[in-house]
């Protein structure tokens, strides 16, 4: 090519077999020349092959990276898009945060309700087998659960005399008279009051107190009392069936048949009496008993309310034996049925 000077080799000449030093042929001398007397044809085509070379090696750096499939996108903009989408997700938590699966709370077992022990087909026959076992005597008894006021009766149901059980009759119909303005607990009566002679007339039995309160309310003025709670008494007999003393109690204690303060100041007196040898010696530990005894000739009778916590059930007991002579077997058997209803009650 034109304005190129030829450059010259260093190399020395060869030598030949025979150790003389010979200079090389003209033709190769001609060789050495870079680009002097090379055709312009043969340049292009070295200038070809160099920028396929260069090419070539292009393409192997790009295989040595991540390949990528035709059309895809390339790695480096796969990158960025990436980066965008981060600054997004903490510009905007609600985007990606993912809301966990609550943890079902495992649904409780109910516990059994606790169905408290009552009057049921078990303790009628647990009764009546203790009658039956002791025919020899008339017993009559009666039952109430304080939670429904139904009346269970047991043995004769046929009226008693009632003897010092229909004393409480008698104390309720003189409050009657108090609460509605016709008498007063501290009217002068007898020796003392006729508060302290209800008083004595229940927790000491005394008959010298209920002759005086008889008197003070009258003999129509008790028959009608006792019509008003649906019960036909006469005071000259004093006869009573177990269900209707029960019935009494049942209204007393519930609060129906007087205002509370004379309700508590009555069952206040029906505790502590001066014979507790009947139902309140075999009650358990724990069960309250408030009661009315009665004893005349043949008749030994306990009219009672048991309490123990928020259960309450009237149990009376109404006897007819011989005389006197046969209490103490009479006695063991209102044992024997006070256990046997306490044990199937509380």
Do not use: C
């Not at 033709?27 to 044809?41: C, K, L, M």
């Not at 008959?207 to 019960?231: E, P, Q, R, V």
């Amino acid at each position: 090519m034109q304005g190129l000077s030829p450059v010259e080799t260093s190399e020395p000449g060869r030598h030949s077999s025979g150790g003389r030093h010979t200079p090389e042929p003209a033709q190769e001398a001609g060789r050495t020349r870079r680009f002097g007397g090379i055709r312009p044809q043969l340049l292009i085509v070295l200038v070809t092959v160099l920028a396929l070379i260069s090419a070539a090696g292009v393409y192997a750096t790009i295989q040595a990276g991540s390949p990528v499939d035709a059309g895809a996108t390339p790695a480096a903009s796969i990158s960025a898009s990436a980066r965008a989408a981060g600054a997004a997700s903490a510009a905007s938590p609600s985007a990606t945060t993912t809301t966990p699966t609550p943890t079902p709370t495992p649904t409780p077992t109910p516990t059994p309700a606790v169905v408290p022990p009552s009057i049921g087909p078990a303790l009628d026959a647990q009764i009546n087998a203790v009658i039956k076992a002791n025919s020899a005597y008339g017993f009559g008894v009666a039952l109430i659960d304080m939670t429904d006021g139904k009346v269970h009766t047991y043995g004769a149901k046929t009226k008693f005399v009632a003897a010092s059980t229909g004393k409480i009759l008698a104390a309720a119909a003189y409050y009657h008279m108090v609460e509605t303005g016709r008498a007063s607990l501290a009217a002068p009566m007898g020796a003392s009051t006729a508060g302290q002679q209800i008083r004595q007339m229940v927790q000491q039995s005394n008959n010298d107190s209920w002759a005086l309160i008889l008197a003070a309310i009258g003999h129509k003025g008790l028959t009608d009392y006792a019509a008003s709670l649906g019960i036909p008494y006469d005071r000259t007999v004093n006869a009573l069936t177990p269900a209707e003393m029960a019935k009494t109690l049942s209204e007393l204690y519930s609060g129906r048949l007087l205002n509370a303060g004379h309700t508590a100041q009555l069952l206040s007196y029906m505790q502590n009496t001066n014979y507790e040898v009947l139902i309140p010696a075999a009650a358990p530990a724990g069960v309250s008993v408030f009661h009315k005894y009665g004893l005349l000739f043949g008749n030994l009778h306990d009219a009672s309310i048991l309490v123990k916590g928020k259960r309450a059930f009237v149990f009376v007991v109404y006897t007819l034996g011989q005389d006197m002579s046969d209490m103490a077997a009479r006695t063991r058997v209102i044992h024997q049925l006070t256990g046997t209803v306490t044990a199937g009650l509380f």
